[in-house]
């Protein structure tokens, strides 16, 4: 039986060449490979909670965020969100264990107040020096309108391992799924819809 993420990345295999993208699909097929066993290893032991759907995703391809390949960069979309207009890469091995405990430095001022309207999931925790999330991906935009969580310190009406999604201007925090699997199976049931015709380079 195929995987959550042998199933997803089949599907968006799909997606592109409906978008008309197959020569962008099949380069990058040809150019990304995994993550190594070593980094996967280290991912494992620092964050002993990832999913094995991500592990599965960082087994196919080590991030798509500018992440190097050979003597190519690439910037490729990998995800989604339950905002169609919204696009976001994959981190790589290295960038999520570099940016463990970004969470609470980043969206300090967002939680305790700084900004006169920010809206918060109430399955979100509200104190942000206790924020536990791994950071898994940013949107197409360099992140500056989007980064995607899994959130291990939820709130009483949350769940461990909720997906959150951050939104900049309007601000918002939103809990997209109740799992990161649960994430996946949300962008199959969309059918790709981040994927178009007219947003793909």
């Not at 993550?35 to 290893?41: C, H, N, T, V």
């Not at 280290?42 to 087994?59: E, G, N, R, T, V």
């Not at 890469?89 to 960038?95: A, G, M, P, R």
């Amino acid at each position: 039986m195929n995987t959550i993420a042998e199933t997803y990345i089949s599907g968006l295999k799909k997606a592109y060449y409906n978008a008309k993208a197959k020569d962008i699909w099949d380069h990058f097929e040809n150019i990304k490979h995994g993550a190594s066993q070593e980094d996967l290893d280290q991912l494992k032991a620092d964050c002993s909670s990832i999913p094995k759907a991500l592990i599965d995703l960082l087994q196919y391809v080590d991030g798509t965020y500018w992440r190097t390949y050979g003597d190519e960069d690439i910037a490729f979309t990998l995800l989604g969100s339950d905002l169609s207009k919204c696009r976001y890469y994959l981190l790589s091995s290295q960038q999520i264990l570099k940016n463990q405990g970004d969470a609470p430095y980043n969206f300090q001022d967002y939680l305790y107040g700084e900004y006169d309207v920010v809206d918060i999931d109430e399955k979100i925790l509200k104190h942000a020096k206790d924020l536990n999330w791994l950071h898994f991906s940013d949107c197409t935009n360099n992140g500056g309108t989007s980064q995607l969580y899994i959130d291990y310190s939820p709130s009483e009406k949350g769940k461990i391992g909720q997906v959150v999604r951050f939104l900049h201007d309007p601000n918002e925090f939103e809990v997209i799924a109740d799992s990161f699997d649960d994430y996946l199976q949300m962008l199959i049931d969309y059918e790709f819809n981040f994927i178009r015709e007219d947003n793909l380079d």
